[in-house]
């Protein structure tokens, strides 16, 4: 059984802020190109944007904030405003998956697979993700910054395979 890479004993489905990165799990197909600090989406990374920004519709809690589809990754920041009706009385252990970050990015992901399946039959999201749990708005406003800029100190180090499927 793998172990898991949350923190124990925290409620993901509380009101909170949370910077994720999720990877692809393959590195043949891209969701688009970096150039000169700025990134262009293909078809692929379009799709990627279009059902992040569509998170909400289908999770009224979740307020999105800076977002970034980088060419094998993306890095995005999730905002969670329960509701005081809709806050967990529970002690953060395992419980029902839904209305909590790991049912928002299990959906998304899902999203994204179905409407890519049919013309990219080979792809796939890494089967966990990682995430950061902001605490403070500084810490907010900081990983706001890391995304925005993301971008640019990767075409620091940007090699030739960033230029697959443009």
Same mark, same amino acid.
């Given at each position: 059984? =793998?172990?898991?890479?949350?923190?124990?004993?925290?409620?993901?489905?509380?009101? *909170?802020? @949370?910077?994720? !990165?999720?990877?692809?799990?393959?590195?043949?197909?891209?969701? /688009?190109?970096? #150039?000169?600090?700025?990134?262009?989406?293909?078809?692929?990374?379009? !799709?990627?944007?279009?059902?992040?920004?569509?998170?909400? !519709?289908?999770?009224?809690?979740? #307020?999105?904030? %800076?977002?970034?589809?980088?060419?094998?990754?993306?890095?995005?920041?999730?905002? $969670?405003?329960?509701? =005081?009706?809709?806050?967990?009385?529970?002690? /953060?252990? $395992?419980?029902?998956?839904?209305?909590?970050?790991?049912?928002?990015?299990?959906? $998304?992901?899902? *999203?994204?697979?179905?409407?890519?399946? #049919?013309?990219?039959?080979? $792809?796939?999201?890494? *089967?966990? @993700?990682?995430?950061?749990?902001?605490?403070?708005?500084?810490?907010?406003? %900081? %990983?706001?910054?890391?995304? +925005?800029?993301?971008? +640019?100190?990767?075409?620091?180090?940007?090699?030739?395979?960033?230029?697959?499927?443009?």
């Amino acid at each position: 059984m =793998k172990r898991s890479i949350r923190k124990p004993e925290w409620d993901y489905g509380q009101t *909170a802020s @949370y910077l994720v !990165t999720i990877r692809l799990s393959s590195r043949d197909l891209r969701f /688009g190109v970096l #150039e000169g600090g700025r990134m262009y989406l293909n078809p692929i990374g379009e !799709t990627v944007k279009d059902r992040w920004f569509a998170t909400p !519709t289908f999770f009224p809690d979740v #307020e999105l904030g %800076a977002f970034i589809v980088m060419p094998d990754h993306i890095h995005g920041i999730v905002h $969670f405003r329960k509701s =005081k009706s809709m806050v967990s009385s529970g002690s /953060g252990r $395992f419980g029902p998956q839904r209305n909590n970050l790991g049912s928002v990015i299990r959906s $998304f992901k899902s *999203a994204v697979t179905s409407r890519l399946k #049919e013309d990219h039959p080979t $792809f796939k999201w890494q *089967a966990r @993700y990682h995430d950061q749990i902001l605490f403070t708005q500084a810490a907010i406003d %900081a %990983a706001s910054e890391y995304v +925005r800029n993301n971008p +640019r100190r990767a075409s620091l180090r940007a090699t030739p395979t960033n230029r697959v499927n443009r």
